[in-house]
């Protein structure tokens, strides 16, 4: 099976920076990875990392460590918009299923 | 953006009936995927496709049924509507496995009274 962890709920202040971390036990792993879900909307893909390191993508960079089971997503230059939920999300070793974390709820204060 | 399209995007029913749900795709993916999403649990997946008529279960499958004649569509029922069904439900496709990115509709607001 596989169990996934990330914090509730982060506050954090408009222009800063913010890591969100994810950690995983898994009986196979693939790849995890991150998405984005506004208030009342779909998810939306970030990223998704396979092999150890870190991959930036403009103000979002994304990290993984396979013999940790462990992730981050790291967001700069905090905007108001980036106030929404990030899922961590790992794919079983069969590659045909996603289990998502609980999510993390980030609230970017003035 | 993914042409994903999910009906109807809310619903009220009452407990013992039957529901369904359609989602359909404009995109000629292979996978779709219905997840619901509750307070506390995340995404969980229901069932999912890799093909017309290939089918399998995910996480939380008891109590819903699929079916997929076609490509494009990808339905969920649900046999006897329980409470514990209410829910917000998402249909997402992916070109292959779940190795390749997932994209989501807009969801389904699901109240069983």
């Known amino acids: 099976g596989q169990n996934i962890d990330q914090p509730t709920e982060m506050t954090a202040t408009e222009g800063a920076i913010v890591q969100i971390n994810c950690t995983y036990q898994t009986s196979g792993f693939n790849g995890l990875f991150w998405y984005q879900q506004h208030a009342g909307e779909a998810p939306t893909f970030l990223s998704y990392n396979v092999l150890d390191g870190l991959e930036e993508k403009g103000r979002f960079s994304s990290f993984l460590s396979r013999s940790k089971g462990y992730s981050y997503l790291l967001l700069k230059e905090l905007q108001m918009k980036d106030s929404a939920s990030y899922l961590c999300a790992v794919t079983d070793g069969a590659g045909n299923m996603l289990t998502f974390g609980g999510g993390t709820r980030l609230m970017v204060k003035p | 953006d993914a042409g994903i399209t999910q009906s109807p995007r809310h619903k009220v029913t009452e407990t013992g009936t039957p529901v369904t749900l359609r989602c359909h795709q404009t995109e000629n993916h292979r996978y779709m995927y219905w997840y619901r999403q509750d307070p506390g649990h995340g995404l969980r997946l229901i069932h999912y496709s890799y093909g017309v008529k290939d089918t399998d279960k995910g996480e939380v499958s008891d109590g819903y049924s699929v079916s997929r004649s076609k490509t494009e569509d990808f339905l969920l029922t649900l046999e006897s509507a329980t409470s514990s069904q209410t829910s917000v439900y998402f249909c997402?496709?992916?070109?292959?496995?779940?190795?390749?990115?997932?994209?989501f509709g807009p969801g389904t607001r699901l109240l069983v009274l």
């Open positions: 997402a496709i992916s070109e292959s496995n779940s190795q390749e990115t997932q994209y």
